[in-house]
């Protein structure tokens, strides 16, 4: 495990977190659901009362929604400075509960000298009995534009939106699989699958055309056991589906058409408590340094994560509450889609393929010099690659796998004498080089 960077913000959050950075890896901003943080940790311009109903009023909610996955971020092609975030809240207050509407509001980090403002807010995108949350989106296979897609509350129905430089609109909705209980829902780091976990369906699995928007090929995986929470995230390499069941954790191979045969529980909570909070299993995120963190349910500043998600079985090897917070968190992690995805090369509409093509550049070592530990820093890559750290002699001291789509790695090289090492990355045919003085 690396260093936790901590920044007290403005605003507080309870399930609903969604941020942005820029290509750089500056924050710009971040929304709890009901109030839009800038980077000044303030308030942004006309970034209050997101998603109007009772539910989202201070009387309720004053710390953020309590909705898993009801924000998304993603910035409009081809800008600069445009930002589109999605947003949904629950427009009901007794049992069962939807949501009618789904918005989105329009930033432009341009203004109020760089912090950004609210230039369209809740501007009504669509409505119908949805789900409150489970917004994913994924890469259009031009590399450039987003399918946006949320589903309904009981039945079958997605709903596709395409984000693209001119704006966002609806494309079509499709009946398919079925959906009777409250869920998170993403796509796999390479856009091929779309899956969930959810409360009475337990996973549901997909093939995603990335021209057409649409799914295909429903595979359920029905678990015998009383779900109460239902977090979801892929293996970096696409291969696995993850979910959470409060004292469970499962995986499942979405490469396979029975995917039920695949199924494995690869995590048992082990009774540990945090004062009277039980350290259980709740929300999954992939993380950039290719793990998959977990939140627990109850307000703790603990945290689990899978160290290899992209092995089989208990091979992935699951640390509990291994991750202490300088904070307490509420079960929130945020939402983010693979921002890195090109074009898919081949394809019927990779019109846009070479704008959005990943390249090699050099590497960042942080510390260096350092005295044990240090961070690898790299553009992410489609294919799984290695790392090798080797002395002035030429041997090999040191060999570890690079998850694809990931984009740091920690290292710990406390136990090595003093002194150079190489170090050597490779992914496919290329190879990239630096140096890490050990002080």
């Given amino acids: 495990m690396g260093r936790l960077d ?24 971040a929304t709890n659901g009901v109030t839009i943080l800038n980077n000044a940790n303030d308030t942004m311009q006309n970034g209050t009362g997101l998603s109007p109903s009772t539910y989202s009023s201070p009387q309720w909610f004053g710390d953020g929604l309590r909705i898993p996955q009801a924000t998304l971020i993603l910035p409009l092609p081809g800008s600069a400075n ?40 809740n501007q009504l995108l669509y409505t119908g009995l949805f789900s409150p949350g489970g917004i994913a989106a994924c890469k259009h296979a031009n590399g450039r534009d987003w399918w946006i897609t949320i589903h309904d509350e009981l039945g079958s129905d997605f709903h596709f939106f395409l984000l693209t430089p001119v704006g966002v609109i609806f494309m079509h909705s499709q009946t398919i699989g079925i959906r009777d209980g409250l869920g998170t829902y993403c796509f796999s780091p390479d856009g091929t699958k779309f899956g969930g976990y959810n409360t009475v369906d337990d996973f549901e699995i997909f093939d995603f055309d990335r021209c057409s928007g649409m799914l295909s090929n429903f595979r359920q995986v029905v678990i015998n056991d009383s779900t109460s929470w239902f977090g979801s995230a892929f293996s970096p390499n696409s291969q696995y589906l993850y979910g959470s069941s409060l004292r469970y954790l499962y995986q499942v191979d979405v490469t ?30 992939l993380a950039p340094d290719g793990k998959i963190y977990i939140t627990t349910p109850g307000t703790t500043p603990l945290m689990h994560y899978i160290e290899y998600p992209d092995s089989n079985g208990i091979a992935c090897n699951v640390i509990q509450h291994s991750v202490t917070l300088p904070v307490y968190n509420s079960a929130t ?27 090699i550049n050099p590497i960042k070592i942080q510390p260096n010099p350092t005295q044990g530990i240090f961070q690898i820093v790299y553009p992410p890559q489609s294919q799984n690659g ?3 750290l080797i002395d002035l002699f030429g041997k090999i001291i040191v060999v570890e796998q690079i998850p694809p789509w990931s984009q740091l790695k920690n290292v710990d090289i406390s136990e090595l004498s003093s002194g150079i090492y190489i170090l050597k990355i490779l992914w496919g045919n290329n190879v990239v080089y630096g140096k890490v003085m050990k002080e």
């Avoid at 959050?13 to 924050?27: E, K, L, M, P």
């Avoid at 947003?87 to 989105?104: G, L, Q, R």
């Fill in 82 to 121: 445009l930002y589109y975030l999605f947003h949904m809240t629950v427009d009901t207050i007794n049992i069962p509960i939807y949501s009618y509407y789904f918005y989105y509001s329009l930033i432009d980090m341009s203004l109020d000298g760089g912090n950004g403002a609210v230039v369209a807010k």
């Fill in 386 to 388: 290695s790392m090798e």
């Fill in 333 to 359: 992690v945020p939402n983010h889609p693979n921002y890195f995805l090109g074009a898919l090369v081949g394809s019927l509409c990779d019109s846009l393929v070479g704008s959005n093509e990943l390249s």
């Fill in 256 to 285: 396979s058409n029975q995917p039920d045969t695949t199924f494995k529980i690869v995590g048992i909570w082990d009774g540990t408590y945090y004062n009277t909070h039980p350290a259980t299993f709740g929300l999954l995120g």
């Fill in 6 to 29: 901590y920044e007290n913000r403005a605003i507080d959050f309870d399930y609903t977190g969604t941020t942005i950075a820029d290509t750089a890896g500056n924050f710009l901003f």
